[in-house]
C-alpha cells in the first residue's frame, strides 16, 4: 500500500520532532518534509506533493491560515489538517473557509490524530470534537435563518445530488457515499463535480459548509 506523505509545518522545532517520531510509528505514514511557517510550506508542497500537510495557524512571517488559503487555492489534491493551540471560533472558521479538511487541538490523543490523517486522505473531514461542537452549533444558527428553501431552490440540484451533498455534510468519505446510496464511487465524483460546480466551492469541506447553510443535513 502505497503510504501518506506528510508534510509537517510548525514553527517549534522540538513540536515537529515529536510529530515525526510518533507517526514514524505508523507504517502507511511517510514523513517527506518540514516547514517552519508558511512561505515555507508553499514552497514545500509545490516541490513534495505531500498528501496531507498538518499545519500550525500562528509562524512568524506567512501564517498558517494564509497558507492554507494559498495552498488549497493551487494544490487541492494537497489535504490540510491544522494543527494549532487555538480554540476561538474565529480561527475555526477562517481556517475552514480557507480550505482545511480538518481543523485539531495539539493535546489531541496520538491514534485520534493518526485516524483524522487517514480520514482526511480518504477525502473526508475530521474535527476534534470540542471544535466540531460549535461548527454544529453555528451550522444550526444557520439553519434557523429566513429564505434556505428559496435559496436552495436556485441551484436546482437533482434528488440524486442533494442526496450526495447531504452525505458530504455528514463527512461521509465517496466509499461510503457510494455504498449507503448504492451507486459507484466514480458516479459520486460526477455528482460531487457538478456539485461544486453549482456552489462555486473547490471541495468538499466548502461544500458541506455551503449545505448547512442551505438547512442540508
Not at 520532532?17 to 507504517?27: E, F, I, Y
Not at 470534537?129 to 435559496?151: I, K, T, Y
Not at 455504498?179 to 466548502?206: C, M, P
Request: glycine content about 6%.
Amino acid at each position: 500500500m502505497k503510504p501518506i506523505r506528510i508534510l509537517l509545518c510548525d514553527d517549534q522545532a522540538l513540536f515537529r520532532d515529536g510529530l515525526r517520531m510518533l507517526l514514524s510509528l505508523h507504517s502507511d505514514f511517510e514523513i517527506v518534509g518540514e516547514a517552519e511557517n508558511g512561505e515555507v510550506a508553499i514552497q514545500s508542497t509545490l516541490l513534495l506533493k505531500p498528501d496531507v500537510i498538518l499545519m500550525d495557524l500562528r509562524m512568524p512571517g506567512m501564517s498558517g491560515l494564509e497558507a492554507t488559503r494559498r495552498i488549497h487555492a493551487n494544490s487541492t489534491a494537497t489535504r490540510i489538517i491544522v494543527l494549532t493551540t487555538f480554540r476561538e471560533d474565529e480561527e475555526i472558521f477562517e481556517a475552514l473557509r480557507a480550505g482545511a479538511c480538518g481543523y485539531l487541538l495539539k493535546d489531541i490523543p496520538a491514534d485520534q490524530l493518526a485516524d483524522a490523517i487517514r480520514t482526511v486522505d480518504q477525502g473526508g473531514t475530521y474535527l476534534e470534537p470540542g471544535v466540531a461542537s460549535r461548527v454544529v452549533e453555528e451550522f444550526s444558527r444557520l439553519s434557523g435563518m429566513p429564505d434556505h428553501r428559496s435559496a436552495l431552490d436556485s441551484y436546482q440540484f437533482s434528488v440524486r445530488e442533494l442526496d450526495v451533498l447531504r452525505q458530504v455534510s455528514r463527512g461521509r468519505t465517496n466509499k461510503e457515499i457510494a455504498s449507503g446510496l448504492h451507486i459507484s464511487e466514480g458516479t459520486v465524483k460526477n455528482h460531487l463535480t457538478s456539485i461544486f460546480s453549482r456552489l462555486a466551492v473547490q471541495d468538499r469541506t466548502q461544500a458541506a459548509l455551503k449545505a448547512r447553510e442551505l438547512g442540508i443535513t
